[in-house]
């Protein structure tokens, strides 16, 4: 007859905490495409709410068999408050901590809404901006980028230029990797993109809102070396961006590819 009594946990065999003898450590090991509710910080209306896709690796001794990859989900669920770079900080922490870790990485994919105002019309609408955390921990010591996509309008100098009418512009996207040293919102780093670009997007135009833009971007040509460089400028002003990564993709109306512009500065180890 079979006993059915439940066994304890300390009765059940412990499979990943066990040796392991190939002597060959792994770099990352965790859970990744997990998907997670939260809540995070916005400057004009206080907090939003999204659906998060969550990335998260520990590195693994050589001398054990696996990790506990049921801890990461248990981490995910007790941080199910506002987020924070502090509280991404935190998570990470609490991650290495949990799992026995040397080192961690964690990356928080989601989507960010801005209500936008039509500069003639003032109709508001919303528009998404597509937003990474990305955060790695090594000897209890952490590093935090914010990952921001930014499409805008780009319109060519040199079509304007030779041409007797109208020029050609098309979508761009503009994406800033940046490492903080202080507090900075989501919206100051999408206004620095925004602010240098022919024109910004809207989700919603009317048609005075619509010859606004046109004629914004017609007076405000940008090469997309031009794009790289003029948010450069502001990335270097900012003293609470130590490191930074900015790349355009303009998409091409007359050709079938896309122009492409990427400047990386680390200004601590290039602070002129």
Not at 51 to 57: G, P
Not at 84 to 97: P, Y
Not at 213 to 242: C, G, W
């Amino acid at each position: 007859m079979l006993d059915k009594t439940p066994l304890s946990g300390s009765q059940i065999a412990d499979v990943q905490n066990s040796a392991d003898t190939r002597q060959i450590a792994i770099n990352k090991v965790g859970i990744k495409d997990i998907r997670h509710p939260m809540r995070i910080r916005d400057r004009s209306e206080g907090e939003q709410h999204t659906i998060a896709n969550f990335n998260m690796y520990v590195n693994l001794p050589h001398n054990f068999k696996g990790t506990h990859m049921s801890r990461f989900v248990e981490i995910l669920n007790s941080h199910e408050t506002e987020v924070t770079v502090e509280s991404f900080k935190d998570m990470l922490a609490e991650m290495t901590e949990r799992l026995e870790a040397e080192s961690g990485h964690i990356e928080m994919n989601f989507p960010f809404f801005i209500n936008k105002t039509a500069p003639v019309s003032g109709v508001k609408s919303l528009l998404d901006y597509d937003v990474t955390l990305i955060g790695e921990i090594h000897g209890g010591k952490p590093v935090i980028d914010i990952k921001v996509v930014v499409p805008v309008t780009s319109l060519c100098p040199c079509s304007k230029k030779i041409s007797d009418r109208g020029a050609h512009n098309q979508r761009s996207h503009v994406t800033v990797q940046a490492r903080t040293v202080g507090f900075i919102w989501i919206e100051e780093i999408i206004d620095m993109v925004e602010e240098q670009a022919s024109c910004e997007l809207f989700g919603l135009l009317k048609r005075p809102d619509e010859k606004y833009v046109t004629e914004h971007a017609y007076d405000n040509p940008k090469f997309v070396e031009d794009m790289v460089r003029d948010i450069a400028v502001q990335l270097n002003r900012e003293q609470r961006i130590s490191a930074y990564t900015v790349e355009s993709e303009n998409f091409e109306s007359i050709h079938n590819h896309s122009a492409y512009a990427l400047i990386e500065r680390d200004k601590t180890s290039d602070p002129v």
